[in-house]
Structures are given as structure tokens and as C-alpha cells.
């Protein structure tokens, strides 16, 4: 954002190009989740950290309008392509080890590590910025992208979930014109949402849990409203980012008890933002902790549910919807910052968190989603 600013970008253009960032992740959603069930998908994981530093590359050396604009469309296309293959990849190396009651644990712990190491990168940068300014800062981001795509390399060939056609890389059909298999991938992900209620209830808790908290990007105002001084205001968000890493941290554990945890959350979120005091900020930051948490247990779902060739895929319409979720939810703040404070606004969004409570309390196992048949976890 500074970046953008000093490089003499209004409010609107910034928007602007914030609103490109989102619609370019949205239309490619699906798609990679697609290609995510077709060519390998450790090739694709591999392939998205350069898209994201030559975008980064892109901002450092032409910071201008076309440029930043062109940055984020290449940033999206790196997103989309992790999103739904990193899990759809995670859970089959896992269910063919015999493990896949681990992925929750798995995949909440990494997330814990993502979130510590996006606090530590955040605090590293002021000093780069003070030694080396925007150059030194993404210089660092492009150095940091191809060491995720040298990881990427380390991961194993991924096992697929074998599809109607049977066996290992089965994701229907294996051969023929790429337009057949495309539309056929796509068909067997729709398939699976509309035959499985759990896939469907899944995907609904996934896009509304991950989307709405994209609330957390307006904390900082939050917290400005409860604090004594912008200074203070970095200190109030403390909470927020290790209660989140907590949550995730957690994740696996408890799954049954989702419904009232997240129920008590929603209450929590609201009594924080109105308790008109700095201490409400420990509250919310519990509140999004236990949100994080419940948006893994909500994919975990998803993922015990599915039970055909199309697993990517069928991650990535969650994906979608969540994209619009935060987008309706970013726009519901701003259109609500016209009449209330940032306090009211959070408040108002706890009924949200509350409405989806209901559809975590019951859980489809692996190998019951084509049935219907529900258990409490």
C-alpha cells in the first residue's frame, strides 16, 4: 500500500486495483483447480511462486499504475494455482500413508507457521525498508518466492483420488481432446456437490468462514477506535495474530464440539467490539482464532466427503465462494463505515458467524458422502 501511495496513487486507484486483485482470483478459481486435477500438481505448486515474484519484481522495478495492475493479475494467478492443489495434494499423500485423519492437524499446523512467519517477515521489514527502501523490501519478496518454488520441488508426485475410470491418477479421462477432459473434471466436482450434502454444508461453511474473515484486514482500525494512541495500536493486534496461530494450531482437535465453539466465538466477537475498551481486543483476536480453527474443520469436511476424481476442483469452488463472501464483506464495511464505527460493524457481523454454527454439527465420514448418512463427530 505505501509502495502504491508513494508512487503517487490515489485512494481510488488503489481500490481499483485491490477490486482487479480479487476479480482475477475469482475467474481463475476453478480453473487451476481444474488443471490441479489434470497435469501434476506438484508442477503447478512449483509454477506458482514465480508467477507471484515476477509480480513482485514487476512493482520494484516499474512502480506505476499498468505495472501494478499487471503485478496483481500475475499475483492471482500464483494464488489460484495453490489454492486447492496444496490440499488436494496434502490429503491423497496422506490417505495413501494410511494418515488421512491427520490432515486437520497437518494443514492447521502449517497454516500456524504461515501466520507466525507473515509476523516475523512484517517486523523484518521495517528494518530492510530503513537500509535498502522498496527496492531491498522486494528484492526480499522475489528471493522469498523462489525459495517456495524450490521447496515446491521437494514435494512427492502426487497420488490422485482414484475416479470412477479406477486406478491412481485417474481424474477422468486420463487421455483424449483437453477440452473433453477439462469438461470432464468440471463435471465429476459439480457431481460431487450436488449428490453430497456434506461436500455441499462443506464448501457453504469453508466459503462463508474463510470469506467473512476477511473482516481481520479492518482490525487495525478496530483497534485504533480502543486505543489511547496510534502507537498502541500495534500492540492491541498482538492478540489477534497469536490467538489466529493458536487457532489453527489447534485445528484437528475437538471437531465434534464445532457448532457451540464457533457459536461462543460469534459472541465473543461482538461483546469484544463493544466492550468500548482495549482489553475487547483479546476477545476478537479469540474469536478469529476460533473462527480459523472452524474454517479447517469445515475443509476437513469437504475433504472426507469427496469421494471422486475431482478433489482439487471441488476445493476450489470453496475457494470461490469465499472469495465472494469477503468481497460482499468488504463492501458491506465500507458501505456500514458511512453510519458506524468500527465497533458496530464487527458486532454486526457476529450473526454471520452465527448462522453457520448449525451446519458443523454433523459431519460425513470417508466412503458415506454418496449415501447421506451423518454422525456427530
Do not use: K, N
Not at 512467519?117 to 512484517?122: H, I, L, M, P
Not at 475416479?163 to 485417474?170: A, D, F, K, N, R
Not at 466459503?207 to 496510534?230: H, K, N, Q, R
Amino acid at each position: 500500500m505505501l509502495l502504491f501511495a508513494d508512487s503517487g496513487l490515489s485512494t481510488g486507484q488503489i481500490s481499483a486495483l485491490l477490486i482487479l486483485w480479487s476479480v482475477a482470483v475469482s475467474a481463475l478459481e476453478v480453473p487451476t483447480g481444474v488443471l490441479a486435477d489434470i497435469l501434476p500438481r506438484r508442477a503447478l505448486l512449483t509454477a506458482a511462486p514465480l508467477f507471484s515474484a515476477a509480480a513482485f519484481a514487476l512493482w520494484t522495478l516499474v512502480p506505476a499504475y499498468p505495472a501494478f495492475a499487471a503485478g496483481f493479475v500475475l499475483w492471482a494467478v500464483g494464488l489460484a494455482l495453490v489454492s486447492g492443489t496444496l490440499q488436494a495434494l496434502v490429503h491423497d499423500e496422506l490417505a495413501a500413508a494410511g494418515a488421512a485423519g491427520a490432515y486437520a492437524r497437518l494443514i492447521g499446523r502449517s497454516r500456524a507457521l504461515g501466520t507466525a512467519a507473515t509476523a516475523v517477515s512484517t517486523a523484518l521489514a521495517a528494518p530492510v525498508m530503513a537500509a535498502g527502501g522498496y527496492l531491498a523490501v522486494g528484492a526480499g519478496s522475489v528471493l522469498a518466492m523462489l525459495a517456495a518454488a524450490l521447496v515446491a520441488l521437494t514435494f512427492p508426485r502426487a497420488r490422485r483420488t482414484p475416479g470412477p475410470e479406477g486406478g491412481g491418477e485417474g481424474a477422468a479421462p486420463a487421455a483424449g481432446p483437453w477440452r473433453r477432459r477439462y469438461a470432464a473434471v468440471l463435471g465429476a466436482a459439480l457431481g460431487e456437490a450436488r449428490r453430497s450434502a456434506a461436500v455441499r454444508t462443506g464448501l457453504l461453511a469453508m466459503a462463508v468462514l474463510m470469506g467473512a474473515t476477511a473482516l481481520d484486514e479492518f482490525l487495525p482500525l478496530l483497534a485504533a477506535s480502543l486505543a489511547a494512541g496510534p502507537a498502541a495500536v500495534p500492540l492491541l493486534l498482538v492478540p489477534a495474530a497469536v490467538l489466529a496461530a493458536a487457532g489453527e494450531w489447534a485445528a484437528g482437535r475437538g471437531a465434534r464440539r464445532a457448532a457451540p465453539v464457533l457459536a461462543a466465538a460469534a459472541v465473543l466477537l461482538a461483546a469484544g467490539a463493544l466492550i468500548g475498551h482495549p482489553v475487547g481486543m483479546v476477545l476478537v483476536g479469540a474469536a478469529f482464532g476460533a473462527f480459523e480453527w472452524a474454517s479447517v474443520a469445515a475443509e476437513t469436511r469437504v475433504q472426507d466427503a469427496v469421494a471422486g476424481p475431482a478433489r482439487a476442483t471441488v476445493l476450489s469452488l470453496g475457494g470461490l465462494g469465499a472469495e465472494a463472501v469477503a468481497v460482499l464483506a468488504c463492501a458491506g464495511y465500507g458501505l456500514g463505515s458511512q453510519a458506524a464505527g468500527p465497533g458496530v460493524l464487527f458486532a454486526l457481523a457476529a450473526p454471520v458467524f452465527l448462522l453457520i454454527a448449525p451446519v458443523l454439527r454433523v459431519r460425513t465420514g470417508p466412503g458415506r458422502a454418496r449415501r447421506g448418512r451423518y454422525w456427530r463427530r
